[in-house]
């Protein structure tokens, strides 16, 4: 019987969006098993883990407590929906997990989640698809969808292979959430250069709407083909702002994102300089659900540091919306 151990430990602190993590080896301990062999532990294509033990528990009976706590505070009386597209955060459990379970607690994971993540650090390709092994989470490891991920690749042949473009935390923190709601699900995780210092790097509205469209016409292939695909693009918000800006700020980003206002959202980034930290793959997504036929979102919750961290001249936001399915 897994153990619902104190949440003080199993939140962790750490970064809001950016923090060194620790490596191990392939034993997890837990209280099912005096050593228990990480799934996935022996392939050399694996991707470990960057962040648990620090953004998350490494223990996965408290991965598994620490976020099925998170989801068991949300109040959800509507239940679980299917979404087309969804966008949460991707900063540590302590910082943005509570808004993250505002969304997860609410959707149902299909067969197949495509992560379109932003890569803070550009240090390889600036456009980058995943193409090798599984990705470990402890206590799982998460599958790769190579049929999804060889059709992404043709459709989008500028989407190179790399390793280097995942090696940080901005993909990995859907897994915890994806691990303990669906750990049989399969992943097809895309990187885009992109950080709060930089305002659609690489990326004018022309290109976003050819990614989007190519995305689209994958999704709805897959579809018709009976295979449904849940489009997660995360970001989060401003970055280190005062929280009056903050506020403002993350309000208007969430009118054009919500309202599927690719234009507007890459306009008022640019011109207004906002430290957004993933305004490129959300505005992909936005284009993608206008190719497949939704004009809308809905805002399901916008939250910020200030609960884990008390300076109001130094917040970040993060983000939960979900396209439903029609």
């Known amino acids: 019987m897994r153990r619902l151990t104190c949440l003080t430990a199993l939140l962790l602190s750490t970064a809001a969006c950016s923090a060194d993590g620790d490596d191990m080896d392939g034993i997890v301990e837990g209280d099912d098993d005096a050593e228990f062999v990480q799934p996935g532990s022996d392939d050399p294509s694996a991707r470990m883990w960057e962040k648990a033990g620090t953004w998350y528990p490494e223990d996965r009976d408290e991965l598994d407590a620490a976020v ?42 299909p ?55 995942f090696s940080h935390h901005e993909s990995e923190m859907m897994l915890p959430w994806l691990q303990a709601l669906r750990p049989d699900v399969k992943i097809v995780p895309v990187a885009i250069f992109d950080n709060s210092k930089n305002d659609f790097p690489d990326f ?61 959202l890459h306009g008022y980034v640019t011109a207004e300089s906002i430290t957004i930290g993933g305004e490129i793959v959300t505005s992909i997504m936005m284009s993608a659900l206008l190719e497949l036929g939704y004009d809308s979102m809905d805002l399901i919750s916008l939250g910020d540091s200030l609960h884990a961290n008390s300076d109001e001249t130094d917040v970040i936001g993060y983000p939960a919306a979900a396209a439903w399915k029609n």
């Open 68 to 109: 099925h706590a998170l989801l068991d505070a949300v109040e959800n009386p509507e239940g679980r929906r299917r979404a087309a597209a969804v966008v949460p955060p991707h900063a540590s459990l302590k910082f943005s997990g509570p808004t993250a379970a505002e969304l997860f607690a609410r959707i149902e994971i």
């Open 111 to 165: 067969d197949t989640v495509l992560i379109l993540a932003p890569d803070h650090w550009g240090n390889d390709t600036r456009a980058s698809i995943w193409t090798e092994g599984p990705w470990l989470v402890p206590g799982h490891a998460i599958e790769i969808d190579y049929e999804l991920m060889a059709k992404l690749t043709d459709a989008l042949p500028d989407l190179q292979s790399s390793r280097e473009a």
């Open 204 to 264: 004018d509205v022309d290109r976003i709407n050819e990614y989007g469209a190519a995305i689209a016409a994958v999704v709805r292939a897959e579809e018709e083909a009976g295979r449904e695909v849940l489009i997660m693009a995360t970001t989060d918000l401003v970055h280190h702002e005062t929280k009056q800006d903050a506020a403002v700020q993350d309000e208007q980003l969430m009118e054009h994102i919500v309202g599927l206002d690719v234009q507007g």
